[in-house]
């Protein structure tokens, strides 16, 4: 079955730490990558997207992701992470269908 | 620029009522998307449909039940309702012959009593 794995269920980090956040999928066809995030009480919003191309996508805020076909990953990653980045950010794929698979997603703190 | 509607954004119901949520797709968006999301937990597929069409379903109980109409708007129907049902259900839409991201709307934030 069609799954997405996302590493760490909870990260805490200080303002400034470079983040990394690690996504991998179970399908062996084309698939589409999402990252979204979801802010305290608010609902969830796109960070990026792969679709094809460049395996190095950039987003808002300063995000961007790694699509490494090989490994079936597609990592977010974030230089230096900001207080407002504390939020929860889920890793989806959509292999065809019209459904998208969500990872379990990720809570990240940014301490102060 | 329009967003996903939801409404209503709250509602509150006792055991065993029913419930109707309805959502707006963003305009000229042909697919619409239902999910469910626990506390702490991540999004659920529920059911999509594109252009007015059953396109997928997911972990839908058979208690429950949607359809898109002719202006594309859809309902997710509850009846029955437990505690269990007691979630955060968003809405989503897309653009299908397009690209398949998808936009959320804020949710219905649904207590069962």
């Known amino acids: 079955a069609q799954s997405v794995s996302q590493h760490n269920h909870h990260v805490i980090l200080s303002e400034a730490a470079s983040l990394e956040l690690g996504c991998n999928y179970s399908?062996?066809?084309?698939?589409?990558l999402f990252w979204y995030v979801q802010y305290p009480g608010q609902h969830l919003q796109l960070l990026l997207k792969?679709?094809?191309?460049?395996?190095l996508v950039k987003g808002i805020k300063g995000f961007e992701a790694e699509f490494i076909k090989s490994k079936f990953s597609f990592n977010l990653r974030k230089p230096s992470v900001q207080w407002s980045d504390t939020a929860e950010y889920f890793c989806?794929?959509?292999?065809?269908?019209?459904?998208?698979?969500f990872g379990a997603g990720t809570r990240l703190f940014v301490k102060a | 620029a329009a967003g996903v509607i939801q409404s209503p954004r709250h509602l509150i119901k006792e055991k065993r009522e029913t419930a109707t949520l309805k959502c707006y797709p963003i305009?000229?968006?042909?697919?619409v998307y239902w999910y469910q999301q626990g506390p702490g937990q991540d999004p659920q597929f529920l059911i999509s449909?594109?252009?007015?069409?059953?396109?997928d379903k997911g972990s839908i109980p058979d208690r429950f039940s949607a359809q898109q109409f002719s202006d594309y708007h859809s309902e997710l129907n509850m009846s029955s309702l437990e505690l269990g049902d007691s979630a955060l259900y968003f809405c989503?839409?897309?653009?299908?012959?397009?690209?398949?991201?998808?936009?959320f709307g804020p949710g219905t934030r649904l207590t069962v009593t």
């Open positions: 989503a839409s897309s653009s299908g012959t397009i690209s398949y991201e998808q936009y």
């Open positions: 399908y062996g066809g084309t698939v589409n």
């Open positions: 792969y679709f094809s191309g460049d395996p």
């Open positions: 989806a794929v959509y292999t065809g269908g019209f459904k998208t698979i």
């Open positions: 305009p000229r968006h042909d697919t």
């Open positions: 449909f594109y252009e007015k069409m059953q396109s």
